[in-house]
């Protein structure tokens, strides 16, 4: 009977620790995140991504009771920030928040890449926001036609700022010279902030950017807006045209963002992630923060945000035929 009582404090002892360890191991698992995450953005602060990507830190912060921060990698129209998310641990604790610009446009315009946008798994679209051509409020033109006709007067031409070689900015404003004929010189900068400071000490003629750095602007009247990219007006901005009812047909450009993780993340993370940023997407405040600062966005699964940006790379490899714009 003592052997027997012995033998069954065994048996209980084991099945009690193997119990523990399962838990322990589910628990490990089910607690993403168990550590602070990193959220990258390829751009310097002031930027649409920046934006984007501070409100998506800050409720998830809320919402899975871990601590997300967004880090600026700026460089290389991107390319260095999607290079150190590429090569990060695919475990959920480095994250990017990609733009067109480095996802789709950069990899078609560049045969140097130094990282590869396979290894960056889509997670979620968190939003998508017209491009507006902003001019400092002592520029001489008020419409796009004004701006043409100026840049070919005198022979000097107008210049334009964008965050970095090849972004949509670049593209747009590549697009709109060879469309109407304007004589314009491009002056790239390593992001938006750096591009709208400039632009607001009136040091470059005008910027396409991406409307949440420059809303505010537009309120206080140290910048005015000219045109809107996409191809129907701004909710954000519904008295300022599109760059189409200026008399270019089928111009439609945006700055979209979304949520990136190393390829080999593993599907649960990946799906908690794209859940838990569609319920914030979704939330009234958060939709009234991004459609009051331009963005436009509806909750998307995986496999929708891989479509659009397969979508998107079809739409910009004509654009770049088109415009002739090379990285190298």
């Known amino acids: 009977m003592k052997s027997f009582t012995r033998a069954m404090r065994r048996f209980l002892a084991a099945a009690l620790c193997g119990a523990a360890t399962m838990g322990l191991h589910a628990g490990v698992h089910a607690a993403y995140p ?18 984007f990507a501070r409100l998506i830190a800050e409720k998830l912060t809320s919402r899975l009771g871990q601590t997300f921060i967004v880090e600026n990698r700026a460089g290389a129209s991107g390319a260095i920030g999607a290079r150190y998310v590429a090569d990060a641990p695919p475990d959920g604790s480095i994250l990017l928040l990609g733009q067109t610009g480095e996802i789709v446009v950069t990899p078609l315009l560049s045969s140097n890449l130094n990282y590869k946008p396979e290894n960056l798994m889509p997670v979620v679209l968190v939003g ?22 100026l840049s070919k007067k005198g022979g000097q031409g107008l210049n334009y700022a964008s965050s970095g070689t090849g972004t949509p900015g670049h593209l747009a404003a590549a697009a709109l010279a060879l469309k109407t004929g304007a004589k314009l010189t491009h002056v790239p900068y390593k992001g938006g902030g750096a591009a709208l400071s400039d632009l607001l ?15 505010p602007h537009f309120k206080s009247g140290t910048l005015k807006p000219i045109a809107v990219s996409t191809a129907v007006r701004s909710p954000a901005l519904p008295n300022v045209p599109t760059v189409a009812e200026a008399g270019i047909p089928g111009f439609s450009f945006s700055l979209w963002g979304g949520i990136f993780a190393p390829k080999g993340t593993p599907d649960d993370i990946v ?6 940023i569609n319920a914030i997407i979704a939330d009234p405040e958060t939709k009234r923060r991004l459609e009051a600062e331009g963005a436009a ?4 699964s995986v496999q929708e945000f891989t479509q659009f940006i397969g979508a998107e790379r079809g739409k910009y490899q004509e654009i770049i035929k088109e415009t002739g714009v090379r990285l190298d």
């Open 34 to 51: 168990d550590k602070t995450v990193r959220i990258i953005v390829p751009y310097a602060p002031g930027g649409s991504g920046d934006v």
């Open 128 to 149: 998508d926001s017209p491009l507006v051509l902003s001019a400092h409020p002592s520029q001489p033109f008020n419409t796009i036609q004004e701006m043409v006709a």
């Open 201 to 215: 000490g009136n040091h470059v003629d005008m910027f396409f950017s991406g409307a949440p750095g420059v809303l």
């Open 271 to 276: 799906q908690t992630l794209n859940r838990e």
């Open 297 to 300: 966005v509806k909750p998307n």
